[in-house]
């Protein structure tokens, strides 16, 4: 079956720094473009980072220089870097795959909650 499992959020302070992860299963991870998302209470879905499969990279502009999107195709996992953490970066945030010549993803993970207090 296929699988998005996300893990590494938690509670941090203003300033700090977080790593999430996103193991991934059941389908071939190197075809395909790889996303985190993110939502806030009573906020819309924002994207936040995109990767393709041979390493191109894509940040909102609220995190750019911030947030480093990263993967690994021998271990079919993904990673999201996150430093200089802001209480605006309180959400849950998601992992997600499309594969090429597609419109929308794939497959959606569960999400991992991450709070940033001030």
């Known amino acids: 079956q296929v699988q998005l499992v996300e893990s590494g959020g938690g509670l941090v302070q203003a300033g700090g720094s977080v790593r999430l992860s996103c193991a991934a299963s059941?389908?071939?991870?190197?075809?395909?473009?790889m996303s985190w998302a993110r939502q806030a209470p009573g906020k819309e879905r924002e994207l936040v980072a995109t990767?393709?499969?041979?390493?191109?990279?894509y940040y909102a502009s609220s995190v750019k220089g911030r947030f480093t999107i990263s993967r690994d195709n021998a271990k079919n996992t993904l990673y999201l870097q996150m430093n200089s953490l802001k209480p605006e970066d309180t959400a849950m945030y998601y992992c997600a795959a499309r594969r090429v010549g597609v419109p929308q993803p794939n497959y959606w993970g569960q999400g991992t909650q991450v709070t940033v207090s001030s």
């Open positions: 990767i393709s499969g041979a390493g191109s990279t």
């Open positions: 059941g389908f071939t991870f190197s075809s395909y473009f």
